[in-house]
């Protein structure tokens, strides 16, 4: 009689590759998971990871700089969570959108995370870990005056829901969360780049309008701990939002 192969859980630390983890959701969310014990990779192009959590450099818009972090964070021989948080943002009119402020935006936002869960799938597959993506509302309502983050964002929500199909059958989920407005840096840098003379037909649905005060980055932390944990062994495709209720 064959031995069936053992089901029961690693009782490994967790090894969590959070992009994006030098400052706001991306820090919040790599100091959660290092609180519950897992090894932490925090890949960034800045070094100002939180504490016990190691830094890979990293450009997420670069797919030798993706290759070679995965690499680093591929040393346990698997991969349990990538968060894909980092992100940039873009505000303005549509018509004053650059070929390369469009392409800055789509590396960053959707073909980063393309080629990081590429990158990562390997290391994935070898103990079936999971994905969460950092999309936003402006990935799933419209977004005036952010057009070219609006288009990256909807297709980062688009590529989790399609993966998440795609990858059901292997049992690597894929979800999303999608913040309205977050207390980050980049919200204070979006208020340096707003036009100022919105149309107000339009302009009260910018996202920074949302009722209520501004989301804790930990409290999107917390979401992409609880989406990436084996309680939610049954979502995948899923796209939270933090909207208010305004999508
Ligand atoms: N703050 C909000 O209101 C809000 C709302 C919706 C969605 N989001 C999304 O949340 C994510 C995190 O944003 P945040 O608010 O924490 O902003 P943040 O500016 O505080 O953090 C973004 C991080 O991404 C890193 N980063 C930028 N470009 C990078 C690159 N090319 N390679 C590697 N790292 C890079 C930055 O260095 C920074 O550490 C982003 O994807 C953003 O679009 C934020």
Redesign the pocket.
Same mark, same amino acid.
């Given at each position: 009689m064959t031995s069936e192969p053992s089901t029961a859980p690693s009782t490994e630390p967790r090894v969590v590759v959070v992009? !994006?983890?030098?400052?706001?959701?991306?820090?919040?969310t790599a100091a959660l998971f290092r609180d519950q014990g897992a090894t932490v990779y925090g890949?960034?192009?800045?070094p100002?990871v939180p504490e016990g959590v190691q830094y890979v450099e990293?450009?997420?818009?670069?797919r030798a700089?993706v290759d070679a972090a995965i690499e680093v964070c591929a040393a346990h021989g698997r991969i349990d969570v990538l968060a894909?948080?980092? !992100?940039?943002?873009q505000f303005g009119r549509f018509d004053q959108i650059s070929d390369a402020e469009w392409d800055r935006v789509h590396?960053?936002?959707l073909k980063?995370p393309f080629m990081l869960i590429q990158a990562a799938l390997p290391h994935l597959r070898a103990c079936t870990g999971n994905i969460v993506n950092?999309?936003?509302?402006?990935g799933r309502i419209p977004q005036p005056y952010a057009v070219a983050?609006a288009a990256a964002?909807g297709g980062l929500t688009q590529l989790t829901k399609s993966l998440a199909l795609e990858l059901s059958p292997e049992g690597i989920r894929v979800n999303a969360v999608?913040? !309205?407005?977050?207390?980050?840096?980049?919200?204070s840098?979006?208020a340096t780049i707003m036009p100022s003379d919105l149309d107000p037909r339009v302009s009260d649905r910018l996202?920074m309008m949302l009722p209520g005060p501004?989301?804790a980055?930990a409290e999107?932390g917390e979401a992409i701990v609880y989406l990436a944990s084996p309680a939610a062994r049954m979502i995948t495709g899923e796209i939270l939002a933090f909207d208010g209720g305004m999508g």
């Open positions: 992009t !994006g983890a030098a400052s706001g959701i991306g820090h919040a890949l960034d192009i800045q100002t990293c450009n997420v818009g670069d700089s894909n948080v980092a !992100g940039v943002v590396a960053v936002d980063g950092v999309s936003s509302v402006a983050y964002k999608c913040p !309205g407005t977050v207390d980050t840096p980049i919200v840098h979006v996202l501004a989301i980055p999107i």
